[in-house]
């Protein structure tokens, strides 16, 4: 039996994450049609005041997956700090970006990410691990973390959004 390859471990959770962000959005635009919703409210809505709001948790979907990669590739990753989108269409935008990046990904790239170092910065402090520790101990945890924190704001502000709408398409076996 083989081992599990690093692209196998980190794009196709990446990708059905990214998936499942784009449905989100897009249950999100339908929901504003149906009620009412002003777009800029609920894409502007927080879980708490402390917390970031929908349109950042999408955006961070994104970040923590293309935007991941790309700091391997640098060896060093910070965090966007610009606005988030501020309309659905530009947050589709984004998650095609980095589905388009994932896509690209091949087995030979991922596997030569292999015990590369790897540094997170974010404004005074910074964190150093291989790129493999960091793709799948902080950047998976983060894009799972942001998705379902977008998808808990829908919930609270009344989306009908269920488990099937997290859960996104999962690999079953053909």
Not at 37 to 61: H, N, W
Request: proline share 6%; net charge negative; aromatic share 10%.
């Amino acid at each position: 039996m083989m081992p599990i390859s690093l692209h196998a471990a980190y794009v196709p959770g990446a990708l059905q994450m990214l998936g499942t962000a784009r449905h989100l959005v897009d249950k999100a635009e339908a929901w504003c049609a149906e009620t009412g919703c002003d777009e800029a409210e609920l894409i502007g809505t927080r879980i708490i005041d402390d917390m970031l709001p929908f349109s950042y948790q999408v955006k961070c979907v994104a970040e923590h997956t293309q935007g991941a990669v790309e700091g391997v590739r640098k060896g060093v990753y910070s965090p966007d700090l610009a606005p988030p989108p501020g309309d659905f269409a530009t947050l589709r935008t984004k998650l095609a970006d980095a589905v388009a990046a994932m896509e690209a990904l091949t087995e030979a790239d991922m596997e030569g990410f292999m015990g590369q170092p790897m540094r997170f910065e974010f404004r005074d402090s910074a964190m150093n691990f291989t790129a493999e520790d960091f793709l799948l101990s902080f950047s998976q945890p983060n894009f799972y973390f942001h998705c379902a924190t977008a998808y808990d704001i829908l919930r609270m502000k009344g989306v009908p959004v269920g488990k099937r709408d997290f859960m996104g398409r999962v690999r079953i076996k053909p």
